[in-house]
């Protein structure tokens, strides 16, 4: 059994294998959150965990309750306006303009299993799994407003997942102001809050900030998770390292305008929010109606950051990625975006593909400019037709091409915008996302569709559909490079323009749910000007994600480190590109550019067919590589050693190790080289402290303990007698662990 509840029906325990989220009916009926953390015993009640004392200069709930000062109590799905003044988990507002609500606790339903959410992703499991999920019934009788939070318990996981329903069964017309998925009131403030920021090309970069009084938050405003800031963050005790310590983690399966807050309040609890941003968000609920809000992702570690990041990584492979997809092996894929850009021909591209096929490669990717008459960035997006002067013989002709190479074929697509040159805004001018008497804002020359709107929907599901099937594809790229501006749609009425961020991910949701339902073979990949859409909500689509535009090693190691957190190799989709590379103008070694795409979704994004002799037989060497170990790389237990964020940033190292522990690969990289340095050992981690291993096929036989606790002596000056295309800066090397 994952919940216990009490004989009295008023405390719920939710247990997963190593911890217990608690909560309670209050006095008042409301409900109270009691406890988030390392697992304890299941009781009857939890008196303890319940205390309260009454303070001074407080609102009370009545006269006679004067020490039930909702201030002061942790709370599970706190309303605003009676008593409470931290941030509320939601707000209505009713037809008289009052904004005040108290949910009352009715009943529960516990079931087996775990159903999806309809118009969302969202986590499933299957009773066969012990999931259990437990709804509470709350309602605000005054305003005739049911309120339901769904909790769905994943033991072997340790998650937690949530999410809550509105329904309006009264007459009076309700406007939501917030609804939030999920909050959790912890009862001291002694965390940090670990987040993943940054910027196009620079994404997830992990940031520590201390907890102090007051709300610290991040979020997104740019319809997109964004690159700016990711949904995932963390709480984690400050002396939790990767290895030890509590740590909490929170993500949302959303791809939108998101909030994560955190605030602490004058008696140092922390309350944590997590859903759509309240900002720029409303919601008409009219009678009968409902409105459900994205699931939220709870989980907790007693043992540290790396113990949170694999849990939380194995349940996405097991309860959100399509089953299709999930724990089956990507194909190693050659992209032409940076070898032409859109600069190509049939002939290009299948020079390209013929190469790619005698290296091992498996998918050949055709990019952006293969439509309307696209030969820079200004024009044709919405005019999913080929480009006959590109392409003379359609696509057909191509893909059968490759086909017959042997590779797969996968085609990127823009789906959600519009160029102003296109056929499609002759004919639709009206479908493109603009505010009224203002000229509209371009980002990178584009614009957005209104995907609002069905029949926008339905006009690109029909083009992507013909190109689908004229091509037999493999695989879809769905890129989206610009965020929302001019906010307005023609196809919402005044008193609904706040719904429009929310309503155009349902749109995106829609097209993929469809897209997927009729091409269910097709694997996506999903991209945002590299990892500006990397959430759980795009996840459970495209089981794989574009992490960066930045594609120099040494920026990557960066990237792929912070992505590591929150989300599993699986989904990080990793390339080897040119040198000097294209953002950073760094030269690093083709043998360096591999050791760090390994750990991930292998590629290749560069002119392959221009390559000296010795670098194409360095491909074919990584690709057979990779292919031998891909399983580990892709789905191994990930374990991050040194942190690039960490000390004076010049090292970092991570590895994968296979579910038996038979086999692991780790990778140190060193960003500048330092002269006559100290004596290093590298210390792997996850290994089994029994069995005996060689390391790079040593004659030598070493114990897992003593490889995890004594370490493993690094030879440096191997290291520089190898100097790598005139510099031994940028360097890397790789350690395969074997069983002996
Ligand atoms: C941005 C993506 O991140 C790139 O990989 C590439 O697909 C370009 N868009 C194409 O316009």
Redesign the pocket.
């Known amino acids: 059994m994952s919940v216990n509840i009490s004989e009295d029906g008023k405390f719920f325990h939710l247990r997963t294998k190593h911890s217990s989220y608690i909560f309670n009916v209050m006095e008042n009926g409301e409900l109270g959150q009691l406890y988030f953390g390392k697992r304890i015993h299941s009781q009857n009640s939890y008196g303890n965990l319940a205390k309260k004392e009454r303070r001074e200069a407080m609102v009370s709930w009545t006269t006679t309750a004067d020490d039930f000062q909702p201030d002061n109590l942790k709370q599970e799905y706190a309303s605003f306006g009676k008593g409470d003044f931290r941030d509320p988990a939601y707000q209505v507002t009713a037809e008289n303009g009052s904004r005040i609500s108290e949910l009352h606790y009715e009943s529960y339903q516990l079931e087996k299993g775990k159903n999806r959410l309809s118009d969302l992703p969202s986590a499933f499991g299957k009773a066969s799994d012990d999931v259990e999920t437990l709804e509470i019934f709350l309602r605000d009788s005054l305003l005739d407003l049911k309120v339901i939070l769904k909790y769905s318990v994943f033991p072997n996981e340790d998650v937690i997942t949530k999410s809550v329903e509105f329904i309006n069964l009264g007459q009076q017309h309700l406007n939501l102001n917030r609804a939030l998925s999920s909050q959790l009131d912890l009862p001291d403030d002694q965390y940090d809050l670990i987040s993943f920021s940054g910027s196009w090309a620079r994404e997830r970069h992990e940031v520590v900030d201390r907890l102090k009084s007051g709300v610290q938050s991040i979020s997104s405003l740019r319809t997109a998770s964004s690159h700016q800031h990711n949904p995932f963050v963390m709480l984690a005790r400050p002396d939790a390292t990767e290895d030890q310590g509590d740590v909490f983690g929170f993500n949302l399966i959303y791809s939108g305008n998101f909030l994560d807050q955190v605030e602490v309040s004058s008696y140092s609890s922390t309350r944590v929010l997590q859903g759509i941003n309240p900002e720029e968000f409303a919601w008409e609920v009219k009678p009968d109606d409902h409105f459900q809000t994205p699931e939220a992702v709870l989980s907790f570690s007693g043992q540290g950051k790396n113990q949170l990041s694999q849990q939380m990584g194995d349940f996405y492979e097991k309860h959100l990625v399509n089953p299709r997809f999930a724990n089956q092996q990507r194909p190693v894929l050659v ?1 032409n ?2 070898a032409t850009y859109f600069d190509f021909d049939e002939n290009k591209l299948i020079a390209i593909a013929k190469k790619a096929a005698e290296l091992g490669i498996e998918l050949f990717v055709l ?3 293969w439509f309307g008459h696209r030969d820079d ?1 200004t024009s044709s997006l919405g005019d999913w037709f080929v480009d006959q002067n590109k392409l003379p013989q359609g696509l057909a002709h191509l893909s059968n091409q490759v086909h017959q190479l042997g590779l797969k074929f996968g085609l ?1 697509f ?1 789906p959600e915008m519009i160029s102003i040159d296109s056929k499609l805004y002759e004919q639709h001018p009206e479908w493109m996302i603009a505010t009224p008497g203002r000229t509209p804002t371009p980002g ?1 020359n584009q614009f957005v569709l209104d995907f609002t709107r069905d029949e926008v929907i339905d006009y690109i599901f029909d083009m992507m559909s013909a190109r689908i099937e004229e091509s037999k594809l493999d695989y879809i ?1 769905w ?1 989206m ?1 610009r965020y929302i501006t001019d906010m307005f749609s023609s196809n919402l009425s005044r008193s609904n323009q706040l719904e429009m961020s929310h309503r155009y991910i349902l749109g995106v949701y829609k097209l993929y749910q469809r897209l997927i339902d009729r091409f269910p073979e097709v694997l996506f990949e999903s ?4 990892g500006g859409r990397f959430d759980l909500g795009l996840m459970y689509y495209a089981p794989q994600a ?1 992490t ?2 930045d594609t120099d090693a040494v920026e990557r190691i960066l990237i792929q480190y912070g992505t590591s957190y929150g989300y599993p190799l699986s989904m990080i989709g990793a390339h080897v590109s040119d040198v000097p590379n294209y953002q950073t103008g760094r030269v690093t070694s083709f043998a360096s550019r591999g050791q760090v795409a390994y750990f991930g979704d292998l590629g290749y ?1 560069l002119d392959i067919t221009k390559l000296s002799e010795k670098d194409q037989s360095e491909i074919q060497k990584q690709v057979a590589f990779y292919k031998k170990y891909r399983q580990i790389f892709q789905f191994g237990n990930f374990y991050r050693l040194q942190s690039p964020f960490a000390g004076d940033h010049n090292v970092a190292s991570w590895m994968v190790v296979n579910q038996d522990k038979t086999t692991a690969i780790a990778a140190r990289y060193q960003i500048l080289n330092r002269p006559n340095p100290s004596y290093l050992r590298i210390y792997f981690k996850g290994l089994d402290a029994a069995k005996a291993y060689r390391v790079n096929n040593s004659e030598e036989i070493f114990y897992g303990d003593e490889l995890m606790n004594a370490g493993f002596f690094v030879d440096q000056i191997l290291n520089i007698n190898q100097p790598i295309q005139g510099s031994a800066d940028f360097s890397s090397q790789l350690f395969v662990i074997t069983e002996a």
């Open positions: 992209n975006w940076e990019d952006d400019g960035d990127w823009e990178r790229k890129d490079n991209c945002a000007s590299g574009w960066s535009d994004e």
